[in-house]
């Protein structure tokens, strides 16, 4: 039974598209026109931030724009098609103190940073929801950047796609940066429509009998929208509890609480380029201390979810798209 608290709402390159051998130099040296599209994009942003410059539709269509240019010029360089063994399904166990054996071995299937668009579109993102629905979740959790740079066009298309997902409890969310861009009550509208239950600044309870797991979540930090006062206001003080927060490097916030058990983040993409024994070169901002994968932070396990969409550039190099399914374990139980 489900309560809702709270009424607010080192492998080989992989490709977007898989390279053909002919063309992996070729897709290879658009790495530094990627780097300088990061770089530029992240000005744009910090400049528009600290002047307090409108994002009216004018600046949300030529960023479009130029996400649909690189689109273009990267299908003249690869195949198109869905390659399920192109997204990677981690496996991540983690052991919650005061977990009641009741929910030993739930499963808890997260994804991030969708951006739907003209790559990543409903038929593509459909093909993913059936790689989600194979692992038979308990509950879903979608880590924010459910869109890129518009929605009207792409709502539902969304929407059909969310219907679609068959966890045994129910699907979360909470919003990122990008869906605030785009507007954040049209993405309010569309997890609603999708019976996704937004958890951004709000918690909500799975029973099991007499058992309990808190399920909370913050809305975009990047977007200076998150209140983890109400958060915390808002959870029960007895019971172990999960955090879902976009942005990774709010773990050392969430974690210095002593409340969070496992905080679920997305936002970096994994980087989108891994270099071998390095990690990833582009660290964009709010994912520098923790961009990809497991982390301990204080007493509070973390996980930094790669995405299973792309911004700027589409193209990951040792940095697959990813589905990750957490089952949750009591202490003492293998």
Request: charged share 20%.
């Amino acid at each position: 039974m489900l309560k809702y608290l709270g009424t607010e709402s080192t492998r080989s390159v992989t490709a977007i598209w898989p390279l053909r051998l002919s063309g992996a130099q070729r897709g290879l040296s658009l790495i530094p026109r990627a780097v300088y599209q990061i770089r530029r994009t992240t000005f744009v942003v910090l400049k528009d931030r600290l002047m307090k410059k409108p994002r009216d539709s004018e600046v949300l269509r030529r960023r479009n724009k130029r996400q649909h240019a690189v689109i273009r010029l990267l299908k003249k360089m690869h195949r198109g098609g869905f390659e399920p063994s192109a997204f990677e399904i981690g496996n991540v166990d983690v052991t919650i103190p005061d977990l009641d054996p009741a929910f030993r071995g739930y499963r808890i299937a997260s994804i991030a940073d969708i951006h739907l668009d003209e790559w990543l579109n409903a038929q593509r993102f459909g093909e993913v929801i059936d790689l989600i629905n194979q692992q038979h979740p308990d509950l879903v959790a979608i880590v924010g950047d459910l869109f890129s740079y518009e929605v009207d066009g792409l709502s539902q298309q969304m929407v059909v796609s969310l219907n679609k997902l068959r966890p045994k409890d129910c699907t979360v969310a909470v919003l990122g940066n990008h869906d605030h861009l785009v507007g954040a009550t049209a993405v309010r509208d569309v997890l609603w429509e999708s019976n996704v239950i937004d958890l951004s600044n709000d918690v909500m309870t799975v029973n099991k009998g007499q058992a309990t797991l808190h399920v909370a979540g913050v809305d975009s930090v990047a977007a200076r929208k998150h209140r983890l006062d109400k958060v915390l206001k808002k959870l029960p003080p007895i019971g172990p509890a999960i955090l879902l927060a976009h942005e990774p490097d709010f773990a050392d916030v969430s974690a210095s609480t002593g409340r969070f058990s496992l905080q679920i983040s997305g936002h970096s993409h994994g980087g989108q380029w891994i270099v071998p024994g390095i990690g990833p070169p582009i660290r964009g901002l709010y994912s520098r201390k923790y961009p990809l994968g497991r982390y301990r932070v204080g007493d509070m396990t973390h996980y930094t979810n790669r995405g299973i969409g792309t911004s700027i550039i589409r193209l990951r190099i040792n940095c697959p798209p990813e589905i990750t399914v957490f089952t949750l374990m009591p202490p003492g139980h293998p």
